[in-house]
């Protein structure tokens, strides 16, 4: 991994509550608030610009304009939700440029897993620890804001983005520079 070892291990102890938090608000009601995406902003900001020479801090930036492109263009086709869009770019100033092949197989492999997760918990009398969960129901379209037409159960990928940023960042704190 080429993150800065103290950049990530500061990040993880400030992103993961908010993860948590994300996870948590995306499963119950399938929304992840402005709020805690500026949040997870700030703590970039923050342990950035404490721990990451300029130049690299600066050019994370470009990461965020690159997922936020191709995720509001998958927004548009209704692929994915808009908070998903914020946060996935959110997330993407956390990784250096030299890891982004990297995350992208952490990305894909957490989002897989938090969906087999997800449809195995729904699926399963584990269901009964949170029976009122957004994430359970199976709803009928109504409006062209949704993601997907017709009958559909969205999965919620704010749970696979967050587990993404933390995996990336607990390994960042393991096998950084």
Not at 2 to 8: C, K
Not at 24 to 47: E, G, P, Q, T, Y
Request: charged share 10%; aromatic share 12%; glycine share 6%.
């Amino acid at each position: 991994m080429q993150v800065s070892a103290t950049f990530a291990l500061w990040s993880l102890i400030f992103a993961l509550p908010l993860c948590v938090y994300i996870f948590w608000m995306d499963m119950k009601h399938k929304r992840i608030s402005n709020l805690s995406v500026w949040a997870l902003f700030a703590v970039f900001v923050a342990v950035g610009l404490l721990t990451l020479p300029l130049t690299e801090f600066a050019w994370r930036f470009a990461n965020y304009a690159v997922v936020f492109a191709v995720l509001i263009l998958m927004w548009m086709l209704r692929q994915v939700g808009a908070g998903d869009v914020k946060m996935a770019a959110v997330a993407a100033l956390f990784v250096s440029v030299a890891d982004a092949r990297a995350m992208l197989f952490i990305t894909f492999g957490s989002i897989l897993a938090a969906t087999v997760a997800t449809l195995i918990v729904r699926n399963s009398p584990l269901r009964r620890l949170a029976p009122d969960w957004a994430a359970w129901r199976i709803k009928a379209s109504e409006n062209d804001i949704n993601v997907g037409t017709g009958d559909q159960m969205t999965l919620p990928m704010g749970t696979g983005i967050g587990l993404a940023l933390c995996t990336y960042l607990v390994l960042g704190t393991l096998y950084g520079i």
